[in-house]
Structures are given as structure tokens and as C-alpha cells.
């Protein structure tokens, strides 16, 4: 698989020109809707040891039951995705499930670390889980931050695995090899370090599943070349929101016209919309991107339920598909 562009550079007068625009059209607009979560199944969640399935807790924040496996992906429970407790993009939509709603956790994954995907205070509080701290699956270049920010448990730091591109690594105690795939996006922490650790996406295999989670990510020839290679998927969650002004966006975040378009791309047979109705960050409508997907899926002359979108705190049971999947 080739490597992608290089993290994305954004010129200065570009984002003023932006923030502007965006101050000038007082966007975004609210909602047209309220946008409403469901009670979590709770005793679904903690007694389910084989069923694959797919809990969206909100924007990029989702557990994936898998193999009698635990796995959450870029965990952001406060109030804020900001370096600052009260300042920065609010949650407009509480999480479908807390932290102490979780079943034991045996992995966290780490897609890259802009703050709506790496929370300090969230990490540190599933380190504290109890039976044990999870794994910590991360991309190279974020471990020494975690070696900083993460709690002692017990005299020692929980278990931190730092991937490159293509690189994997094993869940032995359940059959699942995890794969960190580049896709087109960047990373930046403190205004210091731009694309100074990776980003990208993650290849969930499992025996008799496989599923792939996006992250955050630009339209590019990354997504068919995971597909030819990791692929197919019997799932992915994939990120339909923070897509406007296009002339802005295009680079970093797909828009559903284009996520539709990764779906296929990565030979996915189902996928669920993530990334959006939670944190304002563009200058769409938070209730925008379900809407642009439903007419992009009927446009492609798809069923509806190929490519769909669930509430805050929804679990959507998995199915497996009978077929053969090449080994990477």
C-alpha cells in the first residue's frame, strides 16, 4: 500500500478567511430538529461475549463488541473538545454512555490526537477501570504523550502500544489483529508539533468478522487500497460530519457524498455514520450530515440500510457475512 500525501498544511489567511465567513453568516445554524439519544442497553452491553456490535456514544467516540472483546475508539467524554475545561466547541449532545456505564474495556485506539478524538481526562479515567487498565493502542509519535498523561495504576503505566502505518498487533486472548491504516488527515496537539505523530484508520480482523473504523479523513486513494488489500469488511463506521465550507474542508474531512463513496472504496457491506450531531466544529448544521447522506445513498441507487446513521447511546447488532476474506 503507498503512503499518503503528507499531513495536510492549512495557510493562515485560509483559516481567518474561514473564521470570517463563519462569524459574518453566524453559522452554524442550529439544528431543525432536536437531535435526541436512546437509554443505552446496559445489560446488553456487559453480558454480550460474542455478538459483534457497534455502540455510538457520539462524534468519533464508539465501542465495538467483537470476539468477546471490548474496544473503544477515541474516547472524549467531557464537556468540551479543547485543551480548556470551559472554552472551546461545546458538547451540544451528552454521551450516550459513560464511562462508568462501560463494560471492562481491554483496548483503547487512538486514531490520531486532535482534541474531539484525545481527551486527557477521559483516558485517565477508563486507566482507572475497575479489574484492570486497558491497552492503549496509539499512533507513533502520541506514546510519550501518554507515558506523561496517563495515571499509575498500581506503581506502573498501563500498557502502551504505539503503531506506525501498516504496522500491527495482536488481541491473542481473542483472535483479533489490529491494523493502523494512513488515510488523508493530520495531527496537531499544541500548535507546535503539526504532523509530528501520525494519523489514520483501523482494520478490526477478526475469524469470522472484520470491520474498519475511519477516523477522521480526506477523500484520497487510501480508502480503495485498504479495501483491496484488508478487504472486504462486513461493517465500518465511517465519518459523515464537519464537512463545510468545502473549499475549506474538502482536504480533511469527506463529506456524505464522498463517505458513500469510501464505503464502496473499502468494500464495506454495511456502514454507520459517526463524526457528527455532537460538537459544532464547522459550519454545516449539526443535523445536516444524516440529511445529505440519506439523498447520497438513494443518488447511488443503494438500499437505505447499507449506509445508515443511529441516535447517541444506539447499539446496532453486527452480522457476519458467510464469504472469504484474503488474508493481509
Known amino acids: 500500500m503507498g503512503r499518503p500525501d503528507h499531513g495536510i498544511e492549512t495557510r493562515g489567511r485560509d483559516v ?18 432536536p437531535i435526541r439519544g436512546v437509554t443505552p442497553d446496559i445489560a446488553y452491553l456487559h453480558a454480550n461475549r460474542s455478538d459483534p456490535a457497534f455502540t455510538w456514544i457520539g462524534h468519533a467516540s464508539a465501542l465495538l463488541q ?57 483516558v485517565r479515567t477508563l486507566a482507572r477501570q475497575a479489574g484492570g487498565a486497558p491497552r492503549y493502542i ?42 493502523y491504516l494512513p488515510v488523508q488527515h493530520w495531527s496537531n496537539r499544541t500548535g507546535f508539533d503539526r504532523n509530528q505523530s501520525l494519523w489514520g484508520s483501523f482494520a478490526i480482523v477478526h475469524p469470522s468478522f472484520r470491520f474498519w473504523f475511519s477516523g477522521d479523513l480526506g477523500y484520497s486513494h487510501a480508502p480503495s487500497e485498504i479495501g483491496e488489500r484488508y478487504g472486504p469488511f462486513d461493517a465500518a463506521a465511517i465519518a459523515i460530519g464537519a464537512y463545510e465550507p468545502r473549499w475549506f474542508m474538502r482536504q480533511q474531512h469527506v463529506n456524505p457524498e464522498e463517505a458513500v463513496q469510501v464505503m464502496l472504496d473499502v468494500r464495506a457491506a454495511h456502514a454507520i455514520g459517526i463524526h457528527w450531531g455532537t460538537f459544532a466544529l464547522t459550519d454545516e448544521p449539526l443535523d445536516q450530515p444524516p440529511r445529505d447522506l440519506a439523498a447520497a445513498v438513494a443518488r447511488r441507487g443503494l438500499p437505505p440500510e447499507q449506509f445508515v446513521v443511529i441516535k447517541h447511546g444506539e447499539t446496532r447488532r453486527l452480522s457476519r457475512k458467510a464469504r472469504a476474506h484474503p488474508q493481509p
Open 66 to 122: 467483537v470476539g468477546g472483546a471490548n474496544l473503544l475508539f477515541d474516547p472524549v467524554f467531557s464537556k468540551t473538545a479543547s485543551p480548556f475545561r470551559y472554552v472551546g466547541p461545546r458538547r451540544h449532545q451528552p454521551p450516550g454512555l459513560q464511562a462508568s456505564q462501560l463494560p471492562p474495556i481491554d483496548a483503547v485506539l487512538l486514531t490520531h490526537n486532535h482534541y474531539d478524538h484525545l481527551d486527557r481526562a477521559s
Open 16 to 33: 481567518l478567511a474561514w473564521m470570517w465567513q463563519r462569524a459574518w453568516g453566524r453559522l452554524p445554524k442550529p439544528p431543525q430538529r
Open 138 to 179: 496509539v499512533p507513533r509519535g502520541t506514546e510519550s504523550w501518554f507515558a506523561r498523561n496517563l495515571p499509575r495504576v498500581r506503581g506502573a503505566l498501563p500498557h502502551i502500544e504505539a503503531l506506525d502505518w501498516h504496522a500491527s498487533t495482536m488481541l491473542d486472548a481473542y483472535g483479533i489483529t489490529t491494523h
